[in-house]
């Protein structure tokens, strides 16, 4: 295989072994950041263009979280929910600019400003188009 930037590669040490992985480190770039900026979050999406498969099935709109071990100040949601289609949380605080943030995915991973209680507020709309609503109370204890 022709290296093409053989004379670069070899001017920083490298031997044609490394100078073979360094491009296609480069060629493979554009998929790592690709990979990179869609994160899993797209992967666990629901698919709400398919009918549900279990109509007359009564839905469920459960949630629960957890305090990241490694991240401080993130926190995880767990979804448990059945037939939900759509979701809308305001998670309890607002940006630097004044907002409040809220999130749209399936179970977010959010990074709060501080310790402390946070009420946080789900709505779901389920596959009979009634909405649901649950009031969370969660505890950031990890900075």
């Given at each position: 295989?022709?290296?093409?930037?053989?004379?670069?590669?070899?001017?920083?040490?490298?031997?044609?072994?490394?100078?073979?992985?360094?491009?296609?480190?480069?060629?493979?770039?554009?998929?790592?950041?690709?990979?990179?900026?869609?994160?899993?979050?797209?992967?666990?999406?629901?698919?709400?263009?398919?009918?549900?498969?279990?109509?007359?099935?009564?839905?469920v709109f459960e949630f629960s979280y957890s305090n990241s071990l490694t991240l401080p100040g993130w926190i995880r949601y767990r979804n448990h929910c059945t037939s939900?289609?759509?979701?809308?949380?305001?998670?309890?605080?607002?940006?630097?600019?004044?907002?409040?943030?809220?999130?749209?995915?399936?179970?977010?991973?959010?990074?709060?400003?501080?310790?402390?209680?946070?009420?946080?507020?789900?709505?779901?709309?389920?596959?009979?188009?009634?909405?649901?609503?649950?009031?969370?109370?969660?505890?950031?204890?990890?900075?």
């Amino acid at each position: 295989m022709e290296v093409r930037s053989l004379p670069l590669q070899l001017s920083l040490g490298l031997n044609k072994a490394g100078a073979f992985l360094l491009n296609l480190t480069m060629r493979l770039s554009w998929l790592i950041i690709f990979v990179a900026a869609i994160g899993c979050d797209l992967f666990s999406e629901l698919d709400n263009s398919a009918p549900h498969p279990f109509p007359d099935q009564i839905p469920v709109f459960e949630f629960s979280y957890s305090n990241s071990l490694t991240l401080p100040g993130w926190i995880r949601y767990r979804n448990h929910c059945t037939s939900i289609v759509s979701y809308k949380w305001y998670l309890g605080f607002t940006d630097a600019n004044g907002n409040e943030a809220i999130s749209y995915s399936y179970a977010p991973k959010v990074k709060y400003p501080q310790n402390g209680t946070y009420r946080v507020i789900v709505q779901g709309l389920d596959i009979n188009d009634k909405m649901h609503e649950k009031i969370l109370s969660i505890q950031v204890s990890n900075y």
